[in-house]
C-alpha cells in the first residue's frame, strides 16, 4: 500500500511537471520576416498610467527598443517616457538602465499573453520625480521584480507589413514613494499594490540603413 502511495505522488508531480512543459512549449512564438530585426514601438495614441498610492503617473509618449535575433519566445525592450505627470504635477522618468524582458506564455485563437519583468543592473530602479514650485514634491521607486501579469499582444495585418499591438494591464507592481516638500507633498511609503495601463504597437525594422520595415507577428 505504501509503495502504492509513492507511486501515486510520483505520477501526479510527473504529471503536473509535464503540465507545465506542454504550456511553455505551446506559447506563440514571436516571430521576424528576417533577422536580426530592431523591434520599435510607441503608444498608439495612447496615454500610459501608472496607479500608485501616492497618486497617479501619467505619461504621454513612451517608446520601446529591442532587438530579436531569431524566433524567440521572449524579447527585452528598453522604455523611454516623456510628457509625465506625478500627483498632478510636472514628472521625470529615469529608467536608469532598466529594461522590460516578456515572457510569452499562452497561445490564444487572436492573441498572445505574456508576463513582465522588469530587468534592472545591479540595484538600479526606475524612478519617478514629481517637480512643482522648484522643489521636489514625491519620488516613486519602482524596482526590479518578476511575472508581472501580463499584456496581451495581437497579430495586425500579415508578411512584410505585419505589426503586433499589445494591450498592457499590469497589476500587484511592487513600489515605494519618498516624501516631498511643500503643498501637495506625498509622504513616504511602499506598496506592491501598483497598476499600469497603456497600449503599445511594435513594429520591426532593419537594423542598418535604411532601416527598412520587417514584418513581425506571433506565430
Known amino acids: 500500500m505504501r509503495n502504492l502511495k509513492i507511486l ?18 505551446s506559447a506563440d512564438t514571436l516571430t521576424g520576416e528576417k533577422y536580426p530585426v530592431t523591434l520599435t514601438g510607441d503608444q498608439d495614441g495612447q496615454t500610459d498610467v501608472f496607479t500608485t498610492t501616492a497618486g497617479t503617473v501619467s505619461c504621454k509618449k513612451a517608446s520601446y527598443v529591442g532587438t530579436i535575433t531569431g524566433p524567440s519566445k521572449e524579447a527585452e525592450a528598453t522604455p523611454t517616457y516623456s510628457e509625465c505627470t506625478a500627483l498632478g504635477f510636472p514628472a521625470t522618468v529615469h529608467t536608469n538602465g532598466c529594461k522590460y524582458k516578456f515572457t510569452m ?10 508576463l513582465v519583468d522588469i530587468v534592472c543592473p545591479g540595484a538600479n530602479e526606475i524612478t519617478v520625480t514629481a517637480i512643482g514650485a522648484g522643489t521636489v514634491k ?16 495581437v497579430n495586425i495585418s ?37 497598476t499600469y ?8 525594422e532593419g537594423t542598418v540603413t535604411p532601416f527598412p520595415h520587417i514584418g513581425i507577428f506571433f506565430s
Open 8 to 25: 501515486g505522488l510520483s505520477l501526479v508531480a510527473m504529471f503536473a511537471m509535464s503540465a507545465v512543459a506542454a504550456s511553455m512549449a
Open 138 to 153: 514625491c519620488t516613486i521607486h519602482v524596482p526590479a521584480q518578476n511575472g508581472l501579469n501580463h499584456v496581451e499582444w
Open 105 to 114: 506564455t499562452q497561445p490564444g485563437a487572436s492573441s498572445t499573453t505574456s
Open 197 to 204: 495601463h497603456g497600449k503599445a504597437t511594435v513594429k520591426g
Open 158 to 194: 500579415a508578411g512584410t507589413t505585419s505589426d503586433i499591438t499589445g494591450n498592457i494591464t499590469i497589476s500587484n507592481l511592487t513600489y515605494k514613494h519618498t516624501a516631498g516638500t511643500g503643498v501637495g507633498a506625498c509622504t513616504t511609503g511602499h506598496a506592491a499594490n501598483g
